[in-house]
């Protein structure tokens, strides 16, 4: 089910980002997503949606406005960023693939000891369905199933928010399906903020409480459309004419 909070855990306002003396390409972003919302941002190509992911994570610095994220308790939120593909240690095996995202980025391990780490990679298996692929390496599993250890390692460390940056684009249909269903799960269980950015509008509708729906050139929020059904959903809500009715509002949208 859908958790409704009352603090913020993201506010974007009036961000705007220029490269060089070109034209700007995002201008007058403003946004606000809640504790444990799964927000999708959807745009035509180069309208700014993966420019504003790395913005909110740090990797960008934006031109103009600002990012407030927090806490419930008003801590600086940890946060995790998922790739379009799988950008795993080849010579690592699942398990240690997953275990290094306990490791933050000063080399510090979040859990005290090794047994705490050893339960936590645990749990991450299971949760992923990956526990019985634990001693696989990359190159001996599938493209989807390397993107499921890629979240299980986004999420190692626990994060307040999750950035997912079309990490399914790459996948064939019926895995792309799969992994829907499996982080919507995952999600709504440890009831982390998810932030996605994508071109499947029905992936979209799919997984998330609200899509921000941009324009382009240069990128801006044109509307906010809530999506009602709880979450997680399932198959059948998957291919149900309700997500077909809301598909095609958006696509409307973004051909208007």
Known sequence: MTTTLTTPALTLTDIGKTFGTNAPVLDGVSLTVEQGEFLAIVGPS???????????????????????????????????????????????????????????????????????????????????????????????????????????????????????????????????EKLQIDVSRILSRVGTTGVLVTHDIREAVFLSDRIAVMTAHPGTIREIVPVTAERPRTEEYQHSPELATEERRIWRMLHD
């Open 46 to 176: 180069g309208c700014g949606k993966t420019t504003l992911l790395r913005i909110i994570q740090g990797l960008d610095v934006a031109t103009t406005g600002t990012v407030v994220n927090q806490t419930e308790s008003g801590s600086i939120p940890r946060m995790s960023y998922v790739f379009q593909r799988a950008s795993l240690l080849p010579w690592y095996n699942v398990r240690a693939n997953v275990a290094f995202g306990l490791t933050l980025a000063a080399g510090r391990h979040i859990y005290a000891n090794k047994s705490e780490r050893d339960n936590a990679v645990d749990e991450l298996l299971e949760l992923t369905g990956l526990s019985r692929y634990a001693s696989f390496y990359p190159d001996q599993i599938s493209g989807g199933m390397q993107q499921r250890v890629n979240v299980a390692r986004a999420l190692a460390v626990r994060p307040d928010v999750l950035l997912l940056d079309e990490p399914f684009s790459a996948l064939d249909a019926l895995t792309r």
